[in-house]
Structure formats: C-alpha cells, structure tokens
C-alpha cells in the first residue's frame, strides 16, 4: 500500500486514516477490537481519536475512545504496528479545556495512560485558543517532543489566517510547527477548506487529513431520504445534506462507481485521495464488513473524467 509523509514530519502512513470516535461509542469494546485488528491487517494502521472522544454521549466523561485502543494495545502488544494520533483541547469538564501550557501537559499524560503507551505519534490541537499564545502552546508542545512523549504535533479545526500565523511563530522561535491540519472537507462540504486554507497547506508543506471525510455516512449513499435517518446516531448530521445538491453528489457517485465497479463511499475518499493538498481522509466504520469499502478506496484510482464530474456534481451553487 501507497505510505504517505504527514507534513515534514518524517511519520509515514497509509493514504487513508481511521477516525476512532466510534471506539466506545457505536462500535463497544469487543467490536472495536474486531476493527483494530481488521484495520492493522489491512494495513491501514493509522488511527486518529481524541481525549474528548466520546463525551457526547450519556453517561461517557471522555476519554472512551483512547481508553479502548490502550486496552487492545495491551492485549495484542503491537505498539510498534500503529500510527496514533489523538487531540487535545475541547471541553472536557472542570475546566480542562483550551491549550495553556499547564492544560497540555494535565492532557498529555491522562492520553498517554489511556492508551496504555509512553508515547504519541501525533499530537493534534483539536480547536483554536485565541485565548492562549500561540508562543506558549508551541513551546508546551516542544516541551513534549524534547521529553519524547510526542513525535509530532497538527492542528485541527484553524483557519487559514491563525495557521500561517502558527506556522510564523514556529519558525520565528525555533518551536516545532504543525505538521498537520485537520478541516472539515468532503464531496457535499467542500468551500470552507479550498480556497486560502488548501493553499496555505499546499504551499507550507502542511499535511491535511480531513475529517467527516463521508459527511457523517451520507456519502455512502445508505441516506437517500430522511426516513432512511431516522433513528440513526448520526442522523442530526446527515439531514442537512438531505437536499438537491446532496443528491447530485450522490448519483453523481453511483454514475462512476457503476463505471469503476465501486462502492459510493470509496469513490468518495477516493476523490479525496486525488486531491493534491489531501494526505489521507479519516473515514470510520462499525463493522468489519464496512472496511472493505475503505480497503477498496486506497485501490481505486479515478481517471481525469470521473474527478471532473464529481468536481461538477458537487459544485457549490
């Protein structure tokens, strides 16, 4: 399978990420396990979560998602296999939020126990703190390299603005820079990201992993009418996309899937995959049997037409 550098980072991974917020959450702890070991297999051994994964949920206090992934690392030993990279920053309850120095070192070590491991591959600011120097949560994370708690540090959820910024204050005082970003980008969400913000990663060398990569599942074409929602857990997500444009998009993919002998869902990462400033879309599932679809997206490669009529189909009006 094709390896990809997230960044400048010297970290090589499979050209698709898995999004880890359904640990704990639709997938329990023996079926996250199935999927881990599926996943390492396959060889997509790139997974992504965060410590506020999943605090959504009644009941849950965060730290769920990390929590599955440290035990099926201390079961199966395969440390060595994976590529983890979590986040800090949200919420999560008697004021642990935000990215002060003392913030990052509290959530550095409760994710390390966790995941039951003395190190982190990626270390992700999951949203801006305008309320912190960007100087002192640079130097927080530089603290944590030179310790070797942490190889590599993104961000997640900045603008194009306050990530050159970022990347300035790196280099203007030696601090390690992020080396990637994680916006929110696929088929039927595609303005906030192109533009400024895809530029400044191209020209910066900034990996991009984006996430909501299936907007939530609907670019599975399983969400073909707001009864086919109902009920679901993430159903709040995928109604908005419920509309002419969303369906554009989807028969759109069900034209080149036809045409390719492919799935909605791998045709829609693997148009992502195409995209020059795209290092690898995180994409989730909940069984064994959905992998295959994320398996068969870093196989696919879609010719220069079926690009230019997803490119269409999706649009912005």
Same mark, same amino acid.
Request: hydrophobic residues 40%.
């Given at each position: 399978?094709?390896?990809?550098?997230?960044?400048?980072?010297?970290?090589?991974?499979?050209?698709?990420?898995?999004?880890?917020?359904?640990?704990?959450?639709?997938?329990?702890?023996?079926?996250?396990?199935?999927?881990?070991?599926?996943?390492?297999?396959?060889?997509?051994?790139?997974?992504?979560?965060?410590? $506020?994964?999943?605090?959504?949920?009644?009941?849950?206090?965060?730290?769920?998602?990390?929590?599955?992934?440290?035990?099926?690392?201390?079961?199966?030993?395969?440390?060595?296999?994976?590529?983890?990279?979590?986040?800090?920053?949200?919420?999560?309850?008697?004021?642990?939020?935000?990215?002060?120095?003392?913030?990052?070192?509290?959530?550095?070590?409760?994710?390390?126990?966790?995941?039951?491991?003395?190190?982190?591959?990626?270390?992700?600011?999951?949203?801006?703190?305008?309320?912190?120097?960007?100087?002192?949560?640079?130097?927080?994370?530089?603290?944590?390299?030179?310790?070797?708690?942490?190889?590599?540090?993104?961000?997640?959820?900045?603008?194009?603005?306050?990530?050159?910024?970022?990347?300035?204050?790196?280099?203007?005082?030696?601090?390690?820079?992020?080396?990637?970003?994680?916006?929110?980008?696929?088929?039927?969400?595609?303005?906030?990201?192109?533009?400024?913000?895809?530029?400044?990663?191209?020209?910066?060398?900034?990996?991009?992993?984006?996430?909501?990569?299936?907007?939530?599942?609907?670019?599975?074409?399983?969400?073909?009418?707001?009864?086919?929602?109902?009920?679901?857990?993430?159903?709040?997500?995928?109604?908005?996309?419920?509309?002419?444009?969303?369906?554009? $998009? $989807?028969?759109?993919?069900?034209?080149?899937?036809?045409?390719?002998?492919?799935?909605?869902?791998?045709?829609?990462?693997?148009?992502?995959?195409?995209?020059?400033?795209?290092?690898?879309?995180?994409?989730?599932?909940?069984? $064994?049997?959905?992998?295959?679809?994320?398996?068969?997206?870093?196989?696919?490669?879609?010719?220069?037409?079926?690009?230019?009529?997803?490119?269409?189909?999706?649009?912005?009006?």
């Amino acid at each position: 399978m094709e390896h990809r550098e997230l960044g400048r980072s010297g970290l090589k991974v499979p050209p698709l990420c898995f999004g880890g917020n359904v640990f704990g959450w639709t997938a329990d702890e023996a079926r996250s396990f199935a999927l881990l070991d599926a996943l390492v297999e396959a060889g997509l051994n790139f997974i992504d979560t965060a410590d $506020v994964y999943s605090r959504w949920v009644p009941g849950h206090t965060g730290g769920e998602s990390e929590t599955i992934i440290g035990r099926w690392l201390a079961k199966r030993g395969r440390r060595d296999d994976v590529v983890i990279a979590t986040k800090v920053g949200m919420d999560m309850g008697e004021g642990k939020t935000g990215l002060s120095a003392r913030r990052i070192r509290q959530a550095v070590d409760e994710s390390l126990a966790r995941l039951n491991t003395d190190y982190i591959d990626l270390y992700q600011s999951h949203s801006d703190d305008q309320g912190t120097p960007l100087e002192e949560t640079l130097g927080a994370y530089d603290a944590l390299i030179k310790a070797g708690k942490v190889r590599a540090i993104g961000a997640s959820n900045y603008s194009a603005a306050r990530l050159s910024q970022a990347l300035e204050v790196s280099a203007a005082n030696g601090l390690p820079r992020y080396e990637t970003l994680q916006p929110l980008y696929n088929l039927v969400e595609r303005p906030a990201f192109e533009g400024e913000l895809e530029q400044v990663c191209l020209t910066r060398k900034v990996g991009v992993i984006p996430f909501f990569s299936l907007a939530s599942g609907f670019l599975t074409g399983k969400y073909r009418s707001k009864e086919d929602a109902a009920g679901k857990a993430r159903a709040r997500h995928v109604e908005k996309y419920l509309n002419d444009h969303g369906f554009r $998009v $989807v028969a759109a993919l069900d034209t080149v899937g036809a045409r390719h002998g492919a799935k909605p869902a791998a045709v829609a990462l693997a148009w992502l995959m195409a995209k020059p400033a795209i290092t690898a879309p995180i994409a989730s599932a909940t069984s $064994v049997e959905q992998l295959a679809d994320l398996v068969a997206a870093t196989r696919l490669t879609l010719d220069t037409d079926a690009i230019a009529e997803l490119d269409a189909a999706s649009a912005p009006a």
